[in-house]
C-alpha cells in the first residue's frame, strides 16, 4: 500500500503518510479512512497530518482538484497539515483544496514543525499518547 492512516494520537490526531507513486485513487481512499476514523470517535476537533516527504510522485493539478471535490470533508476536521512535496504545483493545488474544501490548512517542511503548530493550536491535544513509532521513517 503506498500510503498510510493511522490514528498518531488517538481520537484527536490523523497520520496520513505517502510512500513512493501516490495517485488519485490514494487520496481518495485516505481521505475515506480519515473520515471514517473522526466518525469512531467523539472528539470535537480531529486534526490530519499528510506527510508526503517519501512519495515520488504526486497526482496532477487537475486529478488534485477533481480529488478535492469529490473528498467529503467531515464537519469534525480540525487542521489539515501538509508536509513535505511542497512544489509549485502541490502549493498550488493545496490553496484550490482550501478554497474549495474550505478547510483550515498549513504546509511545512517538517513533521516535527507541523506538530509544534498543532500544539499551540489546540492544547486539549493528549501528546502522551501519541503513537511515536509512527514518526520513523519507513
Not at 508526503?52 to 489539515?80: D, K, M, N, Q, Y
Not at 478554497?99 to 516535527?112: I, K, N, P, W
Amino acid at each position: 500500500m503506498p500510503f498510510q492512516t493511522e490514528w498518531l494520537v488517538p481520537n484527536a490526531v490523523i497520520m496520513t503518510r505517502f510512500f513512493g507513486e501516490a495517485t488519485k485513487e490514494d487520496m481518495i481512499t485516505s481521505g475515506n479512512r480519515s473520515v471514517a476514523m473522526i466518525d469512531s470517535c467523539d472528539a470535537q476537533w480531529v486534526h490530519i497530518i499528510v506527510d508526503s516527504t517519501a512519495a515520488t510522485t504526486s497526482p496532477s493539478l487537475p486529478a488534485t482538484i477533481s480529488t478535492a471535490r469529490s473528498t467529503p470533508i467531515h464537519e469534525r476536521a480540525g487542521w489539515v497539515l501538509t508536509v513535505g512535496g511542497q512544489n509549485v504545483i502541490v502549493k498550488l493545488a493545496m490553496g484550490v483544496a482550501r478554497e474549495l474544501m474550505h478547510l483550515r490548512t498549513q504546509s511545512f517542511d517538517t513533521v516535527d514543525e507541523a506538530i509544534a503548530f498543532l500544539k499551540s493550536a489546540d492544547e486539549a491535544i493528549d501528546w502522551s499518547q501519541a503513537r511515536t513509532e509512527l514518526l520513523t521513517t519507513r
